[in-house]
Every structure is written in structure tokens, then in C-alpha cells.
């Protein structure tokens, strides 16, 4: 059985024309004429899953095809730019990082598979990260032997049962307790010492640059009762905002009893979402060592004052938590139910929109920005997405090695091979079911620390 998919761009039967070599039976793979894996590969492909998307399952089997005939040299993002999605002779991963994107959204729907209606499939699929090729392996091998002996090789014999009873009957009772013992202490001593080193991290760049031994670091999250703000029919200052009596003239004035109850229940308390708080959960986790130096505040309850005092982290576009507005001056993308580019380079759009509201799949953009704090004062670094859902990618995307890297990669380009000290990222995210599902870095500026 072949896999035959013609690539997007390329003329059909491209791939199948070069065919498919069978893979190595002595590296201990499936290797066969009929092999399970093929047969596995279009289920997935044809799973409603994969349906729903027209480059997914094209992605799919092209990686298998090169998986399976070992050519590693057509599963370079060039090779699969060029090939799977029509990519120019000039693509350049570093400008274009589509396919980074699919692949991530790859990984993504074949979990799901393996979660829904493929749990019961024998092989698993996954792509390693660093690399694109697909890895196959057993879900459960003992079982699977007894089911299916031809799916592993079979190891060379040693000695007969009669042989092995007679050795175990020779052993003393207490041997297999005594190994069993020092297995637990090994295992304890392992996760002993994996939380200590855990524990000693210092924070990743760019945390490290807000997060910094003997300073505090205060994590400021968005306000839920800001959404008060909507009863008027004008914008509210900050001034209004910090003064916290700007919601007394919102409230109607024949308000019944319950509803002044819910209003005076939301001015006093201090509301933030999921989004935020999960935010701050992975902040605080990457800080490593320096947790113990954050704070977390609600936007309800900082002054200036605070700000002006050391390291901030705002989570929340200014729809949400208005003290952002502080640090617009220093921002080209700019947050107000959409994101403005001030000054868009080529190709780029001036504008960029969410296709719909928090909870509803679509695409999203975020941005994140490390600028000057208040006076010079420490550094701020600003987290803010369209939707939740865009707050919730951002955190994911500096949450993730690969993805900080090549944000770095983007920023060294943009300023001359330096990494700049101040900065402000571009993303661009797909939304499932309320979930951010994938996110990549679309553009980056530099931000010059002159700016007020």
C-alpha cells in the first residue's frame, strides 16, 4: 500500500512518482510489503479530524513518505516548505515560519487522535522535537507480541525455561526484595536531586531580564471588574481608573436592588481570569530560583508608585488592565480591540483582528513586549493578547524553548546579529474550542529605550 498525496503547489503524483522504499527490517522497524504503518497513516489522514484541515493531511503523508524511505534530506523545513506548501526556490525559514506552524498543529492533531477515536491503535505516531521525521513505536509491546509476533524481532535465545527455573531457584529468596528496595531508593534520590536542580534554575531569557536576584518582581493581573467600564458610552482615563470611583457614574440610576448588589460586588472585589492566572502560574514556574521574589498584585490595587519601584510584568491588553497604557509610547503594535501597526513593513497590514469573541475558535494575535520601566527604573514586560485566548498563547509561546529561541533568532536578524535589550514581538495564533492551539512569532521591532 502506498501513500499518494500530491503536494499543495506541486503537480499530482510528484510524490508518488519517487515511491516509497521499505524500511529496514534489521533496525527492528515494521518493515513489511504490507506495512501497518501506511494502513495507520491514512487512517489518520481520513480521521474527521484531519478532514477539517486540507494541509494537515498532505503535511502527514509527505513526512511519512520521507520518513519511510529515510531521506533526510526531504525533511529539511526547506525541503517541506518547498514541497508540501508550494514554497519559492528563496524560502528562508528564519522570514517565513509556516511550516514550524503546521507542524506544531500536527503534533497537536495527532494527540488528539491518539486521545478520541485512535486509542486503540497498536502503533503510536509522534514527531520528536528537533527534527521532522516521524518516529513509530509500540503502545503496549508485551501484548502486542503475543497478538502479533512478526511486528517485533524476535530476540536470539539464550537458554531454555528449564535452564532460566533452575537459576531462579538457585537465587535466595530475599534477592528480588533487596533489589526492589534499592530500586525505590535509587528512584527517590533521582527526584531528590531533579527538584533540587529544578529549584537552583535561574529563569530563561527574557524573564531573566524582569526577574533579577535581589530586586522584587511584581506580577500585575487584569482586572475582571473592568468590564464595568462597558455600561458608559466614552473611554475611561487612567487617571479615572486609579482614582477607583470611575464606575459610580456607569450605574443606572434605576438599578433594582440586585442589580446595585452586583455592582458594588464587582467595585470591591478584585476579579482576574484563567487566563491570567494560568499566566502567572508559568511565570512563576520559569523564574526557577527567584520565585520566591515575585509578588502577584491585581491591577485594582497598584498605584504608580509600585510601578516606578522595580521589575513588572502586565498580563492583560489595556482592555483589561489599563495601567498598560503607561508604556504605549514605546509600542508599534498597539492593543485596543485590535492591534494597530503603526508603521508597517513590507507586507505587512496596518491592522490586525480577532475573527470573533473569547471562546470561539478562530484566529488570534498577542504581542510581547520587554521595555524601559518607569523612569528608567527596572524593566517591564507586557503580555497582551486581542482575546484571552491570545493572553493564554503568549504565555504558552514564551513558555516554550523552541519558540524563545527563535524569537531570538528574529531579534539578532532585525538588529545587526545583537540581541537587542528592548524589544516587542508579533504573534499570530489559531484558537480551538476556547484553547489556543498554536502560535508563532509574525514580526518583531526593536524599541529604543528613549522613548517616554
Not at 513526512?63 to 529539511?76: F, K, M
Not at 476579579?271 to 502577584?296: C, F, H, K, P, Q
Amino acid at each position: 500500500m502506498a501513500i499518494v498525496s500530491p503536494p499543495v503547489g506541486k503537480p499530482e503524483g510528484s510524490i508518488a512518482d519517487e515511491g516509497l522504499l521499505r524500511a529496514d527490517e534489521s533496525a527492528g522497524t515494521f518493515g513489511d510489503a504490507n506495512d501497518d504503518r501506511l494502513e495507520l497513516i491514512e487512517r489518520i489522514a481520513q480521521s474527521e479530524a484531519f478532514q477539517k484541515s486540507t494541509r494537515l493531511p498532505v503535511l502527514l503523508r509527505y513526512l511519512a513518505n520521507r520518513t519511510l524511505a529515510n531521506d533526510r534530506a526531504g525533511l529539511t523545513e526547506q525541503a517541506i516548505g518547498k514541497a508540501v506548501f508550494g514554497k519559492p526556490k528563496d524560502f528562508h525559514p528564519t522570514e517565513d515560519s509556516s511550516v514550524r506552524v503546521y507542524i506544531r498543529q500536527l503534533r497537536l492533531r495527532l494527540h488528539e487522535y491518539y486521545q478520541a477515536v485512535g486509542r486503540d491503535e497498536r502503533i503510536i505516531i509522534d514527531i520528536p522535537k528537533g527534527g521532522y521525521a516521524l518516529a513509530f513505536h509500540l503502545r503496549h509491546p508485551h501484548r502486542l507480541l503475543r497478538e502479533a509476533p512478526s511486528l517485533i524481532p524476535a530476540a536470539p535465545r539464550a537458554e531454555s525455561s528449564n535452564e532460566r527455573s533452575s537459576v531462579f531457584q538457585r537465587w535466595p529468596v530475599w534477592v528480588p526484595w533487596v533489589l526492589f528496595a534499592a530500586a525505590l531508593v535509587f528512584a527517590a534520590i533521582g527526584w531528590y536531586q531533579s527538584t533540587r536542580s529544578a529549584d537552583r534554575a535561574m529563569p530563561p531569557w527574557p524573564i531573566d531580564q524582569v526577574l533579577v536576584p535581589g530586586q522584587q518582581t511584581t506580577i500585575v493581573l487584569a482586572d475582571g471588574s473592568y468590564v464595568l467600564r462597558l455600561l458608559g458610552d466614552r473611554d475611561i482615563t487612567l487617571d479615572e481608573y486609579a482614582d477607583h470611583h470611575y464606575s459610580d457614574s456607569l450605574i443606572p440610576h434605576d438599578a433594582t436592588k440586585g442589580e446595585l448588589r452586583l455592582f458594588h460586588y464587582l467595585q470591591s472585589s478584585q476579579l482576574s481570569s484563567m487566563a491570567d492566572v494560568r499566566a502567572a502560574s508559568a511565570i512563576t514556574s520559569m523564574a526557577g530560583v527567584l520565585r520566591g521574589n515575585i509578588v502577584i498584585r491585581s491591577a485594582k490595587e497598584i498605584n504608580g508608585k509600585m510601578l516606578a519601584s522595580g521589575n513588572v510584568i502586565l498580563i492583560g491588553a489595556k482592555t483589561s488592565n489599563p495601567w498598560e497604557e503607561l508604556y504605549e509610547d514605546h509600542l508599534n503594535f498597539r492593543l485596543n480591540g485590535h492591534i494597530s501597526n503603526r508603521s508597517p513593513q513590507a507586507g505587512e497590514p496596518s491592522v490586525y483582528s480577532a475573527t470573533g469573541p473569547t471562546g470561539f475558535s478562530g484566529e488570534d494575535y498577542a504581542t510581547i513586549s520587554l521595555v524601559p520601566g518607569l523612569g528608567d527604573h527596572g524593566n517591564v514586560l507586557l503580555l497582551q493578547g486581542l482575546r484571552l485566548e491570545g493572553t493564554e498563547a503568549a504565555i504558552r509561546f514564551l513558555s516554550d524553548d523552541e519558540s524563545r529561541r527563535d524569537l531570538a533568532t528574529k531579534l539578532k536578524a532585525a538588529n545587526g546579529g545583537k540581541l537587542p535589550r528592548y524589544f516587542e514581538a508579533l504573534l499570530h495564533s489559531h484558537s480551538m474550542g476556547g484553547s489556543a492551539a498554536s502560535v508563532d512569532c509574525i514580526a518583531v521591532r526593536i524599541v529604543s529605550p528613549a522613548k517616554h
